[in-house]
Nanobody
Framework: QVQPVESGGGLVQAGDSLRLSCATSESTFSGYTIGWFRQEPGKEREFVAAIRFSGGSTAYADSVKARFTVSKDTAKNTVYLQMNSLKPDDTALYYC??????????????????WGQGTQVTVSS
């Protein structure tokens, strides 16, 4: 069992960058895929990116592929989401989750077993 904890959100202007972190201190992400999702009030949770913690395979939503990068630090048991060229449309509560589902299921939040509490990202125009 893992307990992800997100951090790094904030209020930025359009065009700025932010780096989100997803960490766990009680266990290890080894064997899990860590996914980043975002959610606006009244909307469904939307897939952003994912990384297989053991191996490093990644996947991205088309809307962020050229701007966001997901990475990991195995020694720190932490996954990062580097977000560049932020747009107001990126404003949302960002969550990280952990799953062991195969790659074809990475974009579906229903496949994730564990979730963090979320970190707010607000991009002003």
């Amino acid at each position: 069992q893992v307990q992800p904890v997100e951090s790094g959100g904030g209020l930025v202007q359009a065009g700025d960058s932010l780096r989100l972190s997803c960490a766990t201190s009680e266990s290890t992400f080894s064997g899990y895929t860590i996914g980043w999702f975002r959610q606006e009030p009244g909307k469904e949770r939307e897939f952003v990116a994912a990384i297989r913690f053991s191996g490093g395979s990644t996947a991205y939503a088309d809307s962020v592929k050229a701007r966001f990068t997901v990475s990991k630090d195995t020694a720190k048991n932490t996954v990062y989401l580097q977000m560049n060229s932020l747009k107001p449309d990126d404003t949302a509560l960002y969550y990280c989750g952990a799953t062991k589902v195969v790659r074809s299921g990475w974009s579906n939040p229903a496949h994730y077993y564990y979730w963090g509490q979320g970190t707010q990202v607000t991009v002003s125009s």
